[in-house]
């Protein structure tokens, strides 16, 4: 899973994804999309979204499902927990160096 993924979108960038969405004639698997799109450039992983609202909930229609994907965003907003640092300079350092030499291992370069 990709970790560190942010998404940066322009006001009218926005006004689109959210037209879409809201459109009923727009195909699902694009609404969705979108909105998936707009969760990630707002800061919330997929991820903790699935995990901690969509598999605990049962819908019965899709607009059950946006109204506690909303309702999971408002009490996350309102109660955020700030990111705390673990890892030194040095390790990061270290495994980005470790990277590399993965990389260049498996394309075949020196």
Avoid: C
Wanted: hydrophobic share 40%; net charge positive.
């Amino acid at each position: 899973m990709r970790t560190g993924v942010t998404v940066q979108l322009s006001p009218e960038d926005r006004v689109r994804l959210n037209k879409l969405v809201a459109d009923r004639n727009t195909p699902k698997k694009h609404a969705w999309r979108a909105e998936i799109v707009l969760l990630t450039a707002d800061g919330v992983g997929t991820m903790e979204i699935t995990r901690k609202r969509i598999r605990r909930g049962v819908f019965k229609s899709v607009t059950d499902l946006e109204v506690a994907i909303y309702q999971y965003l408002a009490e996350h907003n309102d109660h955020p927990k700030p990111f705390i640092w673990t890892a030194t300079t040095k390790d990061i350092l270290e495994r980005v160096a470790r990277a590399r030499v993965a990389l260049k291992a498996a394309i075949g370069t020196k």
